[in-house]
């Protein structure tokens, strides 16, 4: 593995904690919604359910990052990359 790779694996998992993060807000949101729809607040539960589910659909390339990122192969290249660069330097 190369650094060019141990980089787009280092960028990917930025990109999977900021999409997480997304998921999260939209959870946040679904439930307000649901709690402004039982006290019947209707139109603001609709807001916060308008709101939601955007972001809701970073749910399904966290799940693929994730997925991407964790092969065994890139998590043994990554470190045997990052000890031979250790190596190198002392």
């Given at each position: 593995m190369d650094a060019s790779k141990?980089?787009?694996r280092d960028f990917l998992g930025l990109i999977l904690v900021i999409l997480s993060v997304l998921a999260l807000l939209g959870a946040i949101f679904d439930v307000l919604a649901?709690?402004?729809y039982v006290s019947d607040e209707k139109t603001l539960a609709s807001v916060y359910l308008h709101e939601s589910l955007p972001l809701l659909i970073c749910i399904l390339p966290t799940f693929?990052?994730?997925k991407i990122i964790n092969r065994p192969s890139w998590v043994i290249g990554?470190?045997?990359y990052r000890l031979m660069m250790?190596?190198?330097i002392h």
């Open positions: 141990v980089y787009l649901v709690l402004n693929i990052i994730a990554s470190e045997d250790a190596k190198k």
